[in-house]
């Protein structure tokens, strides 16, 4: 049973193109986290989101967190080569973060 | 300030023997928690160590075992081993109580043979 479902689940883009991945769960969270992963690495955590309806901005990448707190999304604007990576999204049921569910990721490519 | 380092970062090992993998988490968390990550796929989590302890467990059977040290670090044992434990074993590290994301380490890539 897969908690966290991430769409899309492959996303081939050229430079400059805006695009968004979606985080969706029928669970509520108390938190929720996305990363990026490169090959052969560990996952890089980018954001942590708490609170119902929030928002949060890095650089060119907005971040959602549903009202509801059972989903989230990550918009990303004028994609670059620099983006292509696997994108996670995982959420935590309790303060503690050290539980995460995982979806399955959305591997990007961005051509230049 | 040192992030969460883990060794080996590959290892290959024969069907049927035992592996220990080993973490250190970031200067100032105190919860360890390992995951199993599979080619294409997200993390699963095996277990979480705080205080010493076993705190929460996944879907993984008792071949799966570990330990936390009194510096926080941690280890992985896995007696057994299949050619389906072959994944990408990662630790990461975060501090009780607060909802500011896991830190990662770069993990350990395993191949059972």
């Known amino acids: 049973t897969q908690l966290l479902e991430q769409s899309p689940q492959f996303l081939s883009i050229q430079e400059g193109e805006n695009l968004t991945v979606y985080c969706n769960s029928s669970?509520?969270?108390?938190?929720l986290q996305w990363y990026r992963q490169e090959p052969g690495e560990g996952p890089v955590l980018l954001v942590t989101?708490?609170?119902?309806?929030e928002v949060k901005k890095l650089k060119r990448l907005t971040f959602q967190f549903g009202d509801a707190r059972k989903d989230s999304s990550l918009h990303i604007t004028a994609a670059q080569p620099g983006d292509t990576g696997l994108y996670l999204c995982a959420g935590a049921y309790s303060g503690n973060t050290g539980k995460l569910i995982f979806g399955q990721g959305t591997t990007l490519q961005v051509k230049p | 300030d040192a992030g969460v380092t883990q060794s080996p970062t590959h290892l290959i090992k024969t069907r049927g023997q035992q592996v220990t993998l080993r973490c250190s988490p970031k200067s100032g968390h105190d919860t360890v928690s390992w995951y199993q990550q599979a080619l294409g796929q997200g993390p699963q989590f095996i277990f979480q160590?705080?205080?010493?302890?076993?705190?929460q467990r996944g879907n993984f059977p008792d071949r799966f075992s570990g330990h936390q040290f009194p510096n926080y670090s941690s280890e992985l044992n896995v007696n057994a081993l299949l050619l389906g434990d072959s994944a990408l074993y990662l630790c990461?590290?975060?501090?009780?109580?607060?909802?500011?994301?896991?830190?990662f380490g770069q993990g350990t890539r395993l191949t059972v043979v």
């Open positions: 160590y705080y205080e010493e302890e076993e705190r």
């Open positions: 989101v708490v609170t119902g309806g």
């Open positions: 669970s509520v969270f108390s938190s």
């Open positions: 990461a590290s975060s501090l009780v109580g607060t909802p500011t994301g896991a830190f």
